[in-house]
Each structure stands twice: as C-alpha cells, then as structure tokens.
C-alpha cells in the first residue's frame, strides 16, 4: 500500500518562499518518479515539478524555472519542493503524486502517476 502524505502548506505574500514536502510509505524498490502538481479552483491540474527517485534528475515546468527546487531524500522517504518568489496566481492545492510503471522518462501528466495525495492548501496573497 503506498501512500502520500503532504504538508508545508499555508499563507504567504507575494515575493515570499515556502517548502512543502510529500511523505512516502510503501513499493520503494518500485518507485520511478515522484511530482508536484497544483490546482486552482475552477483550473485544471497542473505539472509544476517531477524528480526521478533513483537518479535525482528534476524537470520542471517552464513557469516555476529557476524560482522552484524539487529533492528528494531517501532516508526520510521524503520529496520537497522549495519554492520562491511566489505569485499570487500560484494559489492552489499543491499535490504530491507518484509513478510506480515508469513508461515515461519524464512524465508531466496526471494520468502517468498512480498514486497521490490530499493535497495541501497553498495561499499567495498580492
């Protein structure tokens, strides 16, 4: 049973940093990619960061480069996201999702990631 648990979440102003981070328990030995996505209210969910959990290599959206710093630790089964210089339009439930079929090198949709978490509340006042 693999679950996702994230936390960090909460209300900052426009400029400021946060860092979230998704807890993992479960299918180590299987696991290819961790993500984060978000979701805005009335929005689609979205890709902002993916990490590979063998290899460490990270792609990110093009709207978060160079502002937002995905990891991972493995001893702490744990992946964060560092983010900074935050925008109002950046509110949104940030998701921590993982893939455990590996079918793509770089997955950036929703649908290549098998499990996930419930979210936590991001909020970005201007």
């Known amino acids: 049973q693999v679950q996702l648990v994230e936390s960090g979440g909460g209300s900052v102003q426009a400029g400021g940093s946060l860092r979230l981070s998704c807890g993992i328990s479960g299918g180590a030995f299987s696991r290819y990619h961790i993500a984060w996505f978000r979701q805005a209210p009335g929005k689609e969910r979205e890709f902002v960061a993916g990490i590979s959990w063998t290899h460490s290599t990270t792609w990110y959206a093009d709207s978060v480069k160079g502002r937002f710093t995905i990891s991972r630790d493995i001893a702490k089964n744990t992946v964060y996201l560092q983010m900074n210089s935050l925008k109002a339009e950046e509110t949104a439930v940030y998701y921590c999702?993982?893939?455990?079929?590996?079918?793509?090198?770089?997955?950036?949709?929703?649908?290549?990631?098998?499990?996930w978490g419930q979210g936590t509340q991001v909020t970005v006042s201007s």
């Open positions: 999702a993982a893939d455990y079929s590996g079918f793509d090198a770089e997955p950036r949709t929703a649908g290549s990631y098998d499990y």
